[in-house]
């Protein structure tokens, strides 16, 4: 019998969720009322029309890219493109199986070290620039090196993806919450800086004894065949161990 392929698998999970996700706020447009808000008179002015057209709905994915802001969403969705082919020809000549496995053995008596060092390096890049989902490419590689230094799954993404989640919430000088909500708000931008700036370092030391707690109570053993045989080419090509 034939396997199903995990990745059209995954696919259509993802597609689904979507489709549902898409149908259920254009239902909610006829529930919610449709109006105006002005922020000088705090008076909110309720339009006569309500919900929007079904096509729309159907459209809205294709409509995006001609909207206001559709140039961030074309360059968002170029970003993932180059960079999930960029990881993919890395991965195919085993380059990165070869970093992976420097970094293992370079940390593989003092683990501590990389968990703190991933784990800010995620946290920063959600905090300062903002950095969310194009972090997604980077996943599977951080579950690898986990996987390869004894850790199980959800400690590889607790140091990626709930990093860079916390970090995008402490919000040092995140430009997408704190610069928007502050123009917004009329006060100086960035403004707070430091007290967010003592958040970010308490929300990191907390998650970092959390994993580090984690990674003790829940072993794994090493995934020494989780690379692919093109490690063996980049061994010989760049010489990392």
């Known amino acids: 019998?034939?396997?199903?392929?995990?990745?059209?698998?995954?696919?259509l999970s993802a597609a689904i969720v979507l489709i549902i996700m898409l149908f259920l706020t254009g239902l909610l447009t006829y529930l919610i009322p449709n109006g105006d808000f002005n922020a000088e008179t705090m008076t909110f002015t309720e339009r006569e029309e309500q919900g929007i057209p079904i096509l729309t709905w159907i459209g809205a994915p294709i409509l995006v890219l001609f909207s206001e802001s559709g140039v961030l969403v074309i360059a968002i969705i170029l970003f993932l493109l180059i960079i999930g082919g960029s990881i993919h020809l890395l991965k195919e000549t085993g380059l990165i199986e070869g970093i992976i496995l420097a970094i293992v053995k370079k940390f593989k008596d003092n683990e501590f070290a990389l968990l703190c060092m991933l784990v800010f390096v995620f946290m920063a890049l959600g905090a300062f620039i903002g950095v969310f989902e194009e972090v997604v490419p980077l996943?599977?590689?951080?579950?690898?090196?986990?996987?390869?230094?004894?850790?199980?799954?959800?400690t590889g993404l607790g140091v990626s993806v709930l990093a860079t989640g916390l970090g995008f919430a402490a919000a040092v000088t995140n430009p997408f919450t704190i610069g928007v909500a502050q123009g917004l708000a009329d006060v100086p931008i960035f403004s707070g800086a430091l007290l967010?700036?003592?958040?970010?370092?308490?929300?990191?030391?907390?998650?970092?004894?959390?994993?580090?707690?984690?990674?003790?109570?829940?072993?794994?053993?090493?995934?020494?065949n989780e690379l692919t045989d093109n490690y063996d080419?980049?061994?010989k090509a760049y010489g990392f161990l």
Request: net charge positive; charged share 25%.
């Open 139 to 154: 996943v599977p590689l951080i579950i690898i090196l986990a996987r390869r230094m004894g850790w199980d799954e959800l």
């Open 1 to 11: 019998m034939k396997q199903n392929n995990p990745a059209v698998k995954t696919f």
């Open 196 to 224: 967010r700036l003592l958040v970010f370092i308490s929300v990191y030391v907390i998650l970092v004894a959390f994993l580090f707690r984690r990674t003790k109570k829940h072993r794994i053993d090493c995934v020494e």
């Open 233 to 235: 080419v980049s061994k």
